[in-house]
């Protein structure tokens, strides 16, 4: 290699070792947090699956075939009890008829991904991020909040007072884990509108389903607190979600059902 070469190759080499420095966790973050929105967007394939909710005094185990018209549920097993197969049966196809309670779904699912996207696109400048290890695979950062931040919405104020890490994925830029827990107690309306109490705290978990597709496997949430004057408010749950299986693409509600009465409990 003539010295000229070596010299060019060098440099490359010094540039992009300078590159791969440079990345600050706060730039990570929002490099993860637009492909995470990328993801949500783009993504219109169907899966089916078990899930598995927990609740102190009550919960449910269903399979779950969700399309982009609607989530058609088969609920087996509710507070700890086995609902009778005709009973299953019954609730999957009266649902199938009343378009009304689709569209109600519809809209509840169309809420909840506006309220993520609304979450995502706070985290890069709601909280002061660190790196707190990392390999070939993961990275690991920490995250608490910024004294800057204004929130701009009163739900946005419960960042005030959160810490946590979040684990990415560093190839395909995604969230692989999430913890949050309040370090203070926070007050909306100074109080008169609900306070969530401090250690309330958050968990979830996304793993790859298919190529280049995640989907949320794991959600723990545990809050303690007030809302609305003084009425109590205590939100425990835990969601996982196992047993996935990509469905044909523009899968319709009705096939949906078929498919969910189909499975073995």
């Given at each position: 290699?003539?010295?000229?070469?070596?010299?060019?190759?060098a440099?490359g080499?010094?540039?992009?070792?300078?590159?791969?420095v440079?990345?600050t966790?706060?730039?990570?973050?929002?490099?993860?947090?637009n492909?995470e929105?990328?993801?949500?967007?783009t993504d219109?394939s169907?899966?089916?699956?078990?899930e598995?909710?927990?609740k102190?005094?009550d919960g449910?185990?269903q399979?779950v075939a969700?399309?982009?018209?609607?989530s058609?549920?088969?609920?087996f097993?509710?507070?700890?009890?086995?609902?009778p197969e005709e009973?299953q049966?019954?609730?999957?196809?009266?649902?199938?008829?009343?378009?009304r309670?689709q569209k109600?779904?519809?809209a509840?699912?169309?809420?909840?991904?506006?309220?993520i996207?609304?979450f995502l696109?706070?985290l890069?400048?709601?909280f002061?991020?660190?790196?707190?290890?990392a390999?070939?695979?993961?990275?690991?950062l920490?995250?608490?909040?910024d004294?800057?931040?204004?929130?701009?919405t009163r739900e946005?104020?419960?960042f005030?007072?959160?810490?946590?890490?979040v684990?990415?994925?560093n190839q395909q830029?995604r969230?692989r884990?999430?913890d949050?827990?309040?370090?203070?107690e926070v007050?909306?309306?100074g109080g008169l509108l609900?306070r969530?109490k401090?250690?309330?705290s958050?968990?979830?978990?996304?793993?790859?389903?298919?190529?280049?597709?995640?989907?949320?496997?794991a959600l723990?949430?545990?809050?303690?607190?007030?809302?609305l004057l003084?009425?109590?408010?205590?939100?425990?749950e835990d969601?996982?979600?196992?047993?996935?299986?990509?469905e044909q693409?523009n899968?319709?509600?009705e096939?949906?059902?078929?498919?969910?009465l189909?499975?073995?409990?």
């Amino acid at each position: 290699m003539e010295l000229r070469s070596v010299v060019v190759f060098a440099a490359g080499m010094v540039l992009a070792t300078g590159a791969a420095v440079a990345e600050t966790p706060q730039s990570l973050i929002q490099r993860t947090v637009n492909s995470e929105r990328a993801a949500n967007q783009t993504d219109l394939s169907n899966w089916l699956y078990r899930e598995e909710v927990k609740k102190p005094k009550d919960g449910v185990v269903q399979w779950v075939a969700a399309t982009q018209y609607g989530s058609v549920r088969r609920v087996f097993e509710r507070g700890g009890q086995r609902v009778p197969e005709e009973k299953q049966r019954s609730a999957v196809q009266e649902f199938l008829r009343d378009t009304r309670a689709q569209k109600k779904a519809l809209a509840e699912d169309a809420h909840d991904a506006q309220q993520i996207d609304d979450f995502l696109k706070l985290l890069p400048v709601a909280f002061v991020w660190t790196e707190k290890s990392a390999d070939a695979v993961n990275t690991t950062l920490h995250f608490e909040p910024d004294p800057k931040f204004h929130p701009p919405t009163r739900e946005a104020k419960v960042f005030s007072g959160m810490v946590g890490d979040v684990v990415v994925d560093n190839q395909q830029l995604r969230v692989r884990s999430m913890d949050g827990r309040l370090v203070h107690e926070v007050t909306f309306g100074g109080g008169l509108l609900g306070r969530l109490k401090e250690g309330s705290s958050f968990a979830l978990e996304q793993s790859q389903t298919g190529p280049s597709l995640w989907q949320l496997t794991a959600l723990h949430v545990h809050l303690v607190g007030n809302a609305l004057l003084f009425k109590s408010v205590s939100l425990e749950e835990d969601d996982e979600r196992t047993n996935f299986e990509l469905e044909q693409e523009n899968e319709t509600v009705e096939q949906a059902g078929e498919l969910v009465l189909r499975q073995v409990e």
